[in-house]
């Protein structure tokens, strides 16, 4: 059983980056799946979040507009696609299962998180 956040890299600002969360061994499709960063000093934070539908997603302020979060259910992955990136984007980003939605809010139990992958942003 493993969730695993892949397509991170380096990328000028402006570019864009698809981040790909997969899970081996269950399925993503009962899950709120979340995805966070975490910069170089810093806490964890919440980014997006999408429904285990898919009929609701959500937003943190500094990325809407800019970042789409979507699923696949016969494919079992969700992705995050990032445009117009900044460097302050410049993170580890891990995607995270949950029963619950947004479930972003500090507290909120997750059954399953990923190992991250690096995003580089530079200016």
């Known amino acids: 059983v493993q969730l695993q956040a892949s397509g991170g890299g380096l990328v000028q600002a402006g570019g864009p980056l698809r981040l790909s969360c997969t899970a081996s061994g269950f399925t993503l499709n009962v899950y709120t799946i979340g995805w966070f960063h975490q910069a170089p000093g810093k806490e964890r934070e919440g980014v997006s979040s999408?429904?285990?539908?898919?009929?609701?997603?959500y937003y943190v302020d500094s990325v809407k507009g800019r970042f789409t979060i979507s699923r696949d259910h016969s494919k079992n992955t969700v992705y995050l696609q990032m445009n117009s990136l900044k460097p302050e984007d410049t993170a580890v980003y891990y995607c995270?299962?949950?029963?619950?939605?947004?479930?972003?809010?500090?507290?909120?139990?997750?059954?399953?998180w990923g190992q991250g992958t690096l995003v580089t942003v530079s200016s």
């Open positions: 995270a299962a949950t029963r619950y939605f947004p479930g972003l809010v500090p507290g909120t139990p997750y059954d399953y």
């Open positions: 999408i429904s285990s539908s898919g009929g609701s997603t």
